[in-house]
């Protein structure tokens, strides 16, 4: 039995699926499984991961026929996996060489459920490191509180911690039968905490990073990564928050902070629809956005605000 199963999506990631394993392959923990998912892919995903898995006994490969997303492609790994400990990492992604190392012996030490890291958020076109998902100056270690990780979703959010990346132990979540969310292809890691913080889920976080996260796009020439498979839909999300929100008994300032969550995202959700439309001269788009001022004002401003704490981290890196 491994020590660690480590979960990995694949869409279309021919060209870039191998430095994934790689990251794995360079661990200072040597005991651990790697679950390849090729997601209906349409290059040579397939092809790639199956020579990975001829050349390393510890590579398995599931062929689904169906492009399921990410959420889909976890679980059914999840359903193989025989690791003590879940690792995740996206196929355009790596890890720090200790990472399974360093999260795995602080969870097993702490007796935690879930082990959670800050990034390296990584700019998709230079590969450098743009910035930290948040500020180092805290306890290198210390319990996650489910108020806390939700205040790290909110509007003001430097990086949400919903893009987080949990290492998990295998046994707490098949007795809690905790799946992700199908019916999402954007924020199903959101959803799946929310779901193991239902469940009580003890979490830690290390505050120094030991996962590279590609960005979705480059803060310094605005250009979309080509790596990236994820297509942004706020709608199912925010229905997915708040049916877990109308569903799961929650304190009050629990309870509010997931509300303030919800309506971060119905403005995030306006202020891509407000753009969309004054991109393609959309009058119509344009003036029913104006219907809710307040919060489009709102999505605009935090979204500024964000790019602009983003892009001064980077200058602060390059100084």
């Known amino acids: 039995m491994p020590g660690v199963s480590v979960i990995i999506p694949a869409y279309n990631a021919a060209d870039f699926i191998t430095d994934a394993y790689r990251s794995v392959a360079a661990q200072t923990l040597n005991d651990w499984e790697i679950i390849f998912v090729n997601d209906a892919s349409q290059d040579d995903t397939l092809r790639t991961v199956r020579s990975l898995a001829a050349a390393d006994k510890r590579v398995k490969v599931i062929d689904l026929p169906v492009n399921s997303g990410p959420a889909g492609a976890r679980n059914a790994a999840l359903a193989v996996a025989e690791g003590d400990w879940i690792a995740l990492l996206d196929a355009d992604d790596r890890y720090s060489p200790n990472r399974l190392e360093v999260l795995t012996s602080a969870g097993a030490k702490n007796g935690a459920d879930i082990v959670l890291d800050n990034l390296f958020v990584i700019d998709p076109i230079s590969r450098r490191t743009a ?10 270690i210390a319990t996650l509180p489910f108020s806390e990780f939700l205040r790290n979703n909110q509007s003001d959010t430097f990086f949400q911690f919903g893009y987080l990346k949990p290492v998990i132990r295998r046994s707490w979540l098949a007795s809690n039968n905790i799946k992700y969310p199908e019916t999402l292809r954007h924020g199903e890691d959101l959803v799946f905490l929310l779901k193991c913080y239902a469940r009580g889920a003890n979490v830690i976080l290390l505050s120094k990073p030991y996962y590279h996260y590609s960005f979705q796009y480059s803060q310094t020439s605005g250009t979309k990564s080509p790596t990236t498979r994820t297509e942004v839909h706020f709608e199912p999300l925010l229905a997915a928050i708040e049916g877990f929100l109308e569903d799961t008994h929650l304190a009050s300032p629990e309870k509010r902070l997931l509300s303030s969550t919800c309506e971060a995202t119905r ?25 809710h001022p307040i919060r489009l004002f709102k999505g605009v401003y935090f979204a500024k605000r964000r790019d602009f704490l983003w892009r001064r981290q980077i200058r602060m890196r390059l100084a």
């Open 131 to 140: 910035f930290y998902a948040f500020d180092q100056n805290r306890s290198d």
């Open 267 to 291: 403005e995030a959700m306006l202020f891509l629809e407000f753009r969309k439309c004054l991109r393609s001269h959309d009058i119509n788009g344009v003036t029913h956005c104006l219907r």
